[in-house]
């Protein structure tokens, strides 16, 4: 059983330009959800993807969007990137049903200049 | 709207004291509560879940939670931490009819001190 991989480990970008984060899910889960985790902060959920459609959003602004595919990997867009965009970006993998457990990935380190 | 409070940001304890990390949710509704933790240079790991039945609940390594409605509480225990338990914790809470969205708190760092 492989668990959450996530890529690129760390990626610089400067302001105003565009970052796809890749996750590919544990084996046998379906549903993957993303989180930004700020410096000294607890994560926080940005949306959960389920049958590759977007079910359910945090409080972010639109130009942070994303991507389920059939395998159930998923990715996480980020237009217009902002400086306080720069953060660890979490994945996490879990089996839809009533209740589920996340398990998380590594991250992907954001940082933006 | 839904939140998590972590008391202690900051804990340092000598090897073999005991351990009481405290989390407080703020939600009307029946909620599954976590623990994660995320040792040095890892990623987030389940500890425990509590999602109905027995309030105690047991987790890997020797960790427990208990879970007090009344006060709205899920704090964490450990009767006797080791050097290897030097991580940062966190409680999160999500709604029982919500199985997306996690609410975090900000975090606990806890250091063992050999």
């Known amino acids: 059983e492989t668990g959450v991989t996530q890529s690129p480990t760390h990626l610089i970008k400067t302001r105003g330009q565009q970052v796809t984060l890749r996750c590919s899910s544990q084996s046998g889960h379906n549903t993957v959800s993303w989180y930004q985790q700020a410096l000294g902060q607890g ?3 940005i949306f959960q993807y ?3 459609e977007e079910n359910g959003r945090g409080n972010f602004p639109p130009r942070f969007s994303g991507l389920q595919f059939p395998n159930y990997s998923s990715e996480l867009n980020v237009n217009a990137l902002e400086l306080d965009d720069s953060a ?5 993998s879990s089996l839809r049903g009533s209740p589920d457990t996340q398990y998380f990935g ?5 940082t933006v200049l | ?22 989390c407080n949710y703020s ?3 029946t909620v599954n509560l976590f623990w994660y933790v995320q040792y040095p240079g890892q990623h987030l790991q389940l500890l425990l879940k509590y999602f109905s039945g027995d309030p105690l609940v047991k987790g890997i390594k020797g960790f427990e939670a208990e879970f007090i409605k009344s006060k709205f509480s899920f704090n964490l225990r450990k009767p006797s931490v080791q050097w290897s338990d030097t991580a ?17 708190g900000q975090g606990t760092t806890l250091q063992v001190k050999p």
């Open chain 1, 43 to 45: 994560p926080q959920f």
């Open chain 1, 50 to 52: 389920y049958r590759e």
């Open chain 1, 88 to 92: 660890l970006y979490l994945c996490a």
């Open chain 1, 106 to 110: 590594p991250g992907t380190r954001l």
């Open chain 2, 1 to 22: 709207a839904q939140s998590v409070s972590q008391h202690n940001h900051h804990v340092i304890l000598s090897e073999a004291a005991s351990l009481e990390l405290g």
């Open chain 2, 27 to 29: 939600y009307g509704g």
């Open chain 2, 88 to 104: 940062e914790y966190f409680c999160a809470v999500r709604s029982s009819s919500n199985t997306g969205k996690l609410i975090f």
